[in-house]
């Protein structure tokens, strides 16, 4: 005879109102733990929704702390010259948070500083459980309820402290975040701490309902449409092995709330085989422009980015426009929005005193002057103060950074910023930093893939494994032709027969003359990459040696935090 054995309270895990959470956040230097280094630590230790204890502490992170990251967070050289170092920091930091459960937000970033000191200074990393409020908000909490799962975003739904990229503030806001979360979970049947981490996890009923989906689906490079019942793209994605991701959409893997819901709409993928991930890639690209998907966030309006345009007159300004035109202006961009058009062109404004006036000056029409004339900042040429040659040399500096250098737009900004920060005026400051970065972002990207787009063909080859060779023609930035050459091919007239069933191209004006920005990035990354070997170029390929590329990682460096926790207003308002 078999007994029913009563199970022990540990088979039912540990319930969450007795688990010890560290709610912790970091403010460093950088966005790399291998370069950079921690310069301020916060925690909350809470338990059963009581608050146990704080830590809180700033750091000397043994180097200068970039101006960028200063605007960001209001930490300066000067706040951290009397504070301890990491090595005195990390063994209280550890000992506060032994045996607790380690919670932040976007985790794997702090943690990575965490394990990072941890190893330069021969401490064991810790083995605390975690939980990430960033991945338990996408399990729980759809985009009908926040518009994104930045820290600041669910801050203002959840907490009553604002995060400002100070640690221990930021912290605390998370403990708010942290506990509505739990109360969420706890209305699918979550109460402890195994039932949490299994949750984040665990696919949905609908997920596992449409598996049969996935049947048949071929494990080669392409693109997949999922549709709905009248056959209408719902969500287009690419993938080097098609049977390989289409399945993970009905496993715990897929946790993003959006897609679940798509998921549990839709009745059958189609899928398309392409012969090179990067020709997938592409296709995707294309298909997202032209179906614009619903479930596609990313891509699908590639007709609504704006440029800026240096207008081809007597007197130039810099205009934010929609359309590229063949009329000899220069051009900036393309820029994601109108804001971040009227971003670059404060940010050229600053540094080159072009008119900021809208109405056409000629030689024979004028105006009274603006503001700007009286404090040095425009030289009136409505007035006849500048002739069109003195103007002509304001115009041409403009377009030169625009195009060819940056220096003389990042070097003004930069030096207004530092000035700006050590009257501690970081509102202003911050407002510089995004200009700047507007500037130098598409102005960057812009002079990477004119490089590409000035060449009528490139084609280049890379090495599979196996001894096969993926093969593509590029014109004008635009993929027109791919192939996998299979081993001991002669590749001649490999080449030749793909050159010959290209795509023609007839170039249109601008930086991006015959394909979007994003499929000419894509192309852009496969030529980078470690092993691609060009085949045949026609024309020059080359970047202007003083171009904006060389300015963009001290940019990306300060956006850290802003990416991961949002834009930095609640510091601006303390």
């Known amino acids: 005879m078999e007994y029913a054995v009563q199970g022990t309270l540990d088979e039912l895990g540990t319930p969450l109102e007795q688990i010890t959470f560290v709610v912790f956040d970091l403010e460093t230097t950088g966005v790399s733990a291998d370069e950079h280094a921690i310069t301020e630590i916060g925690a909350v230790k809470v338990r059963g929704g009581e608050v146990l204890g704080e830590f809180g502490t700033l750091v000397d992170p043994g180097s200068p702390i970039p101006p960028f990251i200063s605007v960001l967070t209001g930490i300066t050289d000067a706040m951290v010259t009397a504070a301890p170092r990491i090595d005195s920091v990390l063994p209280s930091f550890l000992e506060f948070a032994r045996g607790a459960t380690f919670v932040a937000h976007n985790a794997g970033f702090d943690l990575s500083f965490v394990r990072a000191a941890c190893a330069a200074l021969g401490y064991p990393p810790p083995g605390n459980p975690v939980v990430d409020t960033v991945v338990l908000a996408r399990r729980l909490l759809t985009r009908d309820e926040v518009p994104n799962y930045k820290l600041s975003t669910l801050a203002r739904v959840f907490s009553r402290t604002e995060p400002c990229h100070r640690a221990l503030a930021d912290a605390r806001a998370t403990v708010d975040v942290l506990h509505a979360l739990i109360e969420r979970a706890g209305s699918f049947g979550v109460h402890t701490l195994e039932e949490l981490k299994g949750f984040v996890r665990a696919p949905t009923p609908e997920q596992r309902r449409k598996r049969h989906l996935a049947n048949g689906v071929p494990g080669e490079p392409g693109v997949y449409v999922f549709e709905d019942d009248r056959g209408e793209p719902l969500y287009v994605g690419k993938s080097t092995n098609l049977r390989n ?86 051009y900036l961009g393309p820029f994601g929005s109108v804001r971040a058009a009227e971003d670059a062109r404060s940010a050229l404004h600053e540094a080159i005193p072009l008119r900021r006036c809208t109405e056409r000056i000629t030689l024979r029409t004028g105006r009274p002057a603006c503001a700007l004339a009286g404090i040095g900042r425009c030289g009136a040429p409505c007035e006849g103060r500048q002739s069109v040659e003195e103007y002509g040399l304001h115009a041409a500096a403009a377009r030169r ?40 972002r598409v102005s960057a990207r812009m002079q990477r893939l004119r490089g590409l787009t000035s060449l009528p063909q490139l084609v280049a080859a890379a090495p599979l494994t196996g001894g096969d060779w993926e093969i593509h023609v590029v014109r004008h930035g635009r993929l027109v032709s791919a192939g996998v050459m299979p081993r001991g091919a002669h590749p001649t007239p490999f080449v030749d027969a793909l050159v010959a069933t290209a795509e023609t191209v007839v170039p249109g004006p601008g930086p991006v003359p015959a394909a979007g920005a994003e499929e000419t990035e894509c192309v852009l990354r496969w030529l980078e990459a470690p092993g691609v070997r060009l085949v045949q170029v026609e024309g020059g390929w080359s970047l202007p040696i003083g171009g904006a590329g060389r300015f963009r990682s001290r940019i990306d460096l300060a956006y850290r935090s802003r990416e991961q926790y949002g834009d930095g207003e609640g510091r601006r308002g303390r």
Do not use: H, Q
Request: include cysteine; proline fraction near 5%.
């Open 401 to 440: 950074a625009m195009e060819l250098d940056a220096s003389e737009v990042f070097s003004a900004i930069e030096a207004r910023m530092e000035r700006l920060s050590r009257e501690e005026r970081y509102e202003e400051a911050a407002a510089d930093r995004d200009r700047l970065a507007s500037y130098v």
């Open 245 to 330: 991701r289409v399945r993970s959409y009905f496993t715990a893997a897929e946790t993003r709330p959006r897609i679940r819901e798509m998921v549990a709409v839709a009745e059958r993928i189609r899928t398309i085989v392409c012969a090179t991930p990067l020709e997938a890639e592409v296709r995707e690209l294309r298909l997202i422009g032209s179906a614009k998907p619903r479930y596609n966030r990313r891509s699908r309006f590639p007709e609504r980015m704006v440029w800026l345009k240096l207008t081809e007159e007597p007197f130039p300004r810099l205009s934010v426009v929609r359309e590229v035109k063949d009329d000899g202006a220069g």
